[in-house]
């Protein structure tokens, strides 16, 4: 596999600011040219911040500085992305990141899958490895901020709004 074979040392290995680097084969199906799909999901770091900003603009999200897209990737507890491996070569189809205190909590941010990928299941594997590293680090309480329609998404998850009434609550500049 070539593209595991970029950053061969530091699979497996520990990072200063979070967990290490893992990959697995998560889901495989038959896209409609009759192609094989083979989806990883890799805790890698080593992720092009340029593709990851496209993967952000194919959902409409706002453009990010790049500057800062890359220090949110370096400072995140754990990156979890999904790839399409094809022959030599690798695309970047979803996307999570966790930041935490290391010890009892875990925020997730920026979750997204492609597009052209969504409704295959991908966006449930992709939270579900998320929740199973945290979990691996003994992470027991995981938040989240739901887009209004992606509530019912997490929900199926087994994510609550508003345990016990709790409100996430905003401050923003003027
Ligand atoms: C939200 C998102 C990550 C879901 O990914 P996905 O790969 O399409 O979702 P899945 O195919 O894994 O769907 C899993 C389940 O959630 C449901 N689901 C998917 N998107 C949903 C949505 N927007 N609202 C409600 N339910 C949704 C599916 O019907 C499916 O249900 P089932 O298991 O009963 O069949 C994806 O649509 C996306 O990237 N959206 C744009 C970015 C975004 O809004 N991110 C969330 C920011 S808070």
């Known amino acids: ?27 495989e199906f038959i896209a409609a040219n009759g192609e094989r799909v083979q989806i990883y999901f890799s805790t890698t770091r080593e992720i092009d911040v340029y593709a990851l900003e496209a993967l952000c603009d194919a959902v409409g999200w706002a453009k990010r500085p790049i500057r800062k897209v ?7 507890f754990l990156v979890g992305s999904l790839w399409q491996e094809r022959g030599q070569n690798r695309r970047l189809v979803g996307f999570a990141r966790a930041t935490s205190d290391h010890a009892f909590n875990a ?14 299941g991908l966006g449930k594997t992709l939270m579900r490895q998320m929740i199973r590293e945290l979990r691996r680090e003994e992470i027991s309480n995981i938040t989240l901020f739901a887009d209004p329609h992606v509530v ?5 998850l087994g994510f609550h709004p508003d345990p016990e009434g709790i409100k996430g609550m905003f401050w923003y500049p003027n």
């Open 107 to 120: 925020t997730l941010w920026d979750v997204v899958i492609h597009p052209e990928f969504q409704g295959k």
């Open 70 to 76: 890359r220090k949110a990737l370096e400072f995140s």
């Open 1 to 27: 596999m070539f593209w595991k074979s970029l950053f061969p040392g530091a699979l497996g290995s520990d990072s200063p600011t979070g967990i290490g680097e893992r990959e697995l084969l998560v889901n």
């Open 152 to 156: 019912t998404f997490y929900e199926e």
